[in-house]
T-cell receptor, first 114, second 117 residues
Framework: DQQVKQNSPSLSVQEGRISILNCDYT??????FLWYKKYPAEGPTFLIS?????DKNEDGRFTVFLNKSAKHLSLHIVPSQPGDSAVYFC?????????????FGKGTKLSVIP | DTEVTQTPKHLVMGMTNKKSLKCEQH?????MYWYKQKAKKPPELMFV???????INESVPSRFSPECPNSSLLNLHLHALQPEDSALYLC????????????????FGQGTRLTVV
């Protein structure tokens, strides 16, 4: 059973426009969410995170929105740049007792077209 | 220094070989991880070291043997692997350990691309 779902395996966006990557989760115990970006042949790179006590976190061109009632989060990239082309992984963690790991979604491949 | 360094970058080994993957970080992070990633799949957690002690083993076969010689180094010893073990092996570290381990972002190395023949 996949607890973190990224239902779009790929997304193409024109340079300068907004990219919206979506992520859904099923485990209501998740209370911290992270986005990672991965280029081919490299390890994932942390992008931005959000705690469940917030509904929005912004860092430059990247904004993450969290809707706890819908168990949904999204990453907005504005404006999109060709260098943003990569695979984006959503990850979640449960800081409750005994829980140590990040649960990753399957990733969404973003292609930004010049 | 915000890097996690993994060596080697590529490794081809036979099923009877013994080899080791190495990982190093100098950020003072208290938690270190091994992940395995197959093509078009998300990273899967294998082991977690918290304060140099093994705290999580995600039911990984004994042909994979982790070792944490000190707070900066993490090794993964490989012995009698199978072709299906071929994957990208990622090392990561994070500032927090213990119950706070999921609260801080993990820094990943570039990975070792392992091929078992």
């Amino acid at each position: 059973d996949q607890q973190v779902k990224q239902n779009s395996p790929s997304l193409s966006v024109q340079e300068g426009r907004i990219s919206i990557l979506n992520c859904d989760y099923t485990n209501s115990m998740f209370d911290y969410f992270l986005w990672y970006k991965k280029y081919p042949a490299e390890g994932p790179t942390f992008l931005i995170s959000i705690s469940s006590i917030k509904d929005k976190n912004e860092d430059g061109r990247f904004t993450v929105f969290l809707n706890k009632s819908a168990k949904h989060l999204s990453l907005h990239i504005v404006p999109s740049q060709p260098g943003d082309s990569a695979v984006y992984f959503c990850a979640a963690s449960d800081s409750g007792a005994g829980s140590y790991q990040l649960t990753f979604g399957k990733g969404t491949k973003l292609s930004v077209i010049p | 220094d915000t890097e996690v360094t993994q060596t080697p970058k590529h490794l081809v080994m036979g099923m009877t070989n013994k080899k080791s993957l190495k990982c190093e970080q100098h950020m003072g992070h208290r938690a270190m991880y091994w992940y395995k990633q197959k093509a078009k799949k998300p990273p899967e957690l294998m082991f977690v070291y918290s304060y140099e002690k093994l705290s999580i083993n995600e039911s990984v076969p004994s042909r994979f043997s982790p070792e944490c010689p000190n707070s900066s180094l993490l090794n993964l010893h490989l012995h009698a692997l199978q072709p299906e073990d071929s994957a990208l092996y990622l090392c990561a570290s994070s500032q927090e350990a213990g119950r706070l381990i999921g609260r801080s972002e993990a820094f990943f190395g570039q990975g070792t691309r392992l091929t078992v023949v």
